[in-house]
C-alpha cells in the first residue's frame, strides 16, 4: 500500500527561526508533490507545490524534494506565530488515474 | 469563483439517523473528492468522480455510506444509519484533471457530531 509518513509533532519553533518539516513516500515512480496548510478548524489550503528534484522557493517558504532518497521537506524561515498550523504533505502516484495520498500531518507551533 | 461550497458546515444527529453531506465543486473542475478527518486516521480518501462516475470507492468504509453525484454541480455523500464513530470532519475537494499539476481545492468542511 502507498504511503506518505509525517512526522505528527508538535514542531516547536521560536517566533523568526527555521522551521523544517519532513515528508518521505514509499512509491518510487511518484511525480508530484504537494504541501497543505491548515489551521485548527478550517480546510487544507496549498501552499507549495514541487515536481522535479532539488529546491523550490515561493517567499519564505522552500520546498526541497530528492527523488532517489523519496523525500520531501518544506523549510518555513523566518518563522511567524502565524505559521503555527498543521502541514500535510501530499503525493501524486505514478500510476494514472490515481488520486493524491495524504500524511496526517506535522502541527507546528511558532512560539513569540 | 467561490470556491468548493460545502453544507451543513456543522450537523449534530443522534445514532441511527441519516445523515446527507452536500458538496458544490469549482465550475469546470472533472474531479470531485470525499475525504473523511479525523485526529487518529488524518485525512482519509473515501471516495472520488471524474465527470461524475464514481472511479474509486475503496475508502468508503462500509455499506451505510453512499455517494452520488447526479450533475457536474452537485454531490451527496449519506450515512444511513449514522454511528457515533462516524463523527469526523468530511471535506469535499475538486480538481481540473487528476494527479501532475492539477491543484485540489477543499470546501470548509461539514463538521458531524453523532451523539
Known amino acids: 500500500q502507498k504511503e506518505v509518513e509525517q512526522n505528527s509533532g508538535p514542531l516547536s519553533v521560536p517566533e523568526g527561526a527555521i522551521a523544517s518539516l519532513n515528508c518521505t513516500y514509499s512509491?518510487?515512480?511518484?511525480?508530484?508533490f504537494f504541501w497543505y496548510r491548515q489551521y485548527s478548524g478550517k480546510s487544507p489550503e496549498l501552499i507549495m507545490s514541487i515536481y522535479s528534484n532539488g529546491d523550490k522557493e515561493d517567499g519564505r517558504f522552500t520546498a526541497q524534494l530528492n527523488k532517489a532518497s523519496q523525500y520531501v521537506s518544506l523549510l518555513i524561515r523566518d518563522s511567524q506565530p502565524s505559521d503555527s498550523a498543521t502541514y500535510l504533505c501530499a503525493v501524486g502516484p505514478n500510476q494514472a488515474g490515481t488520486a493524491l495520498i495524504f500524511g496526517k500531518g506535522t502541527t507546528l507551533s511558532v512560539s513569540s | 469563483d467561490a470556491g468548493v461550497i460545502q453544507s451543513p458546515r456543522h450537523e449534530v444527529t443522534e445514532m441511527g439517523q441519516e445523515v446527507t453531506l452536500r458538496c458544490k465543486p469549482i465550475s469546470g473542475h472533472d474531479y470531485l473528492f470525499w475525504y473523511r478527518q479525523t485526529m487518529m486516521r488524518g485525512l482519509e480518501l473515501l471516495i472520488y468522480f471524474n465527470n461524475n462516475v464514481p472511479i474509486d470507492d475503496s475508502g468508503m468504509p462500509e455499506d451505510r455510506f453512499s455517494a452520488k453525484m447526479p450533475n457536474a454541480s452537485f454531490s451527496t455523500l449519506k450515512i444511513q444509519p449514522s454511528e457515533p464513530r462516524d463523527s469526523a470532519v468530511y471535506f469535499c475537494?475538486?480538481?481540473f484533471g487528476l494527479g501532475g499539476k492539477n491543484i485540489q481545492y477543499f470546501g470548509a468542511g461539514t463538521r458531524l457530531s453523532v451523539l
Open positions: 475537494a475538486s480538481s
Open positions: 512509491d518510487r515512480g511518484s511525480q508530484s
